[in-house]
C-alpha cells in the first residue's frame, strides 16, 4: 500500500500517477521552497475535506513553512495547533465545518485554533511527558502548555510559539 519515490519533490511529484489524488498530506521538508513544491503540487489534487499537516510550522528554525502555506494557501488560512509545533490545515473546507467552535490564541498577530488541541488531552500529556524527559535541554515546554490552555496574547514579535516561549519566564 506504500509507495516510496525517493529523491528531490522536484524530480519526484512527477513520478505519481497524474489521476492522484490526497485525503491527507503531511509535509515535514522544513524549507520554503520544499514547502512551496510540495503545495503547488498538492493543492488542485488535494479532495474537499483533505488535511495538510505542516509540521515545524511554528518551530522558529523553520520560519519558510508558513511562509510557504500563506502564500500558497492564503492569509486567513485556518489553522489548527497541532502538539508542539506542527499545524493542521484543511484548504478546501473543514470536513465537518462547525463541529467544534475555534478557540484562537494569537501568536505574532497570527490566529490558531487550539480548540483540537484542546480536545485531545493525549496531546497534552505528550507534551507533558516530553517535558518531562528533556528537562534540561527544553525549558519551554512548561510555558508551551500554559500558552494552549490559556495564557494571553503574546506581544507581535513573539515570531513562533518556540520563539514565544522563549520570552516567558519559568517561574
Ligand atoms: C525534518 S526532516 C524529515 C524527517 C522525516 N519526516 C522523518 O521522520 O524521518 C526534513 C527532510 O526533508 C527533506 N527535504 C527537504 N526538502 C526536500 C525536497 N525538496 N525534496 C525532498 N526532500 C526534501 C530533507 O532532506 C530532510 O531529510
Redesign the pocket.
Known sequence: MVEIHE????DTLGRISPTAQFCLAHL????Y??TK?ALRYLLPRLVPGGAVVL??CLFYGAIGVLQAAEEEIGKDLHLHLGPKTQAFAFPKGDPQPGRRAPIWRTLGGRRYDVADLLARPDYIELVAWEGAIYRNRAEGYHDYLQLISGRPDLPPDSHRVTAGIGLLRRR
Open positions: 529523491g528531490w519533490f522536484e515535514d521538508a522544513d524549507t521552497s520544499s513544491t509540521d515545524d
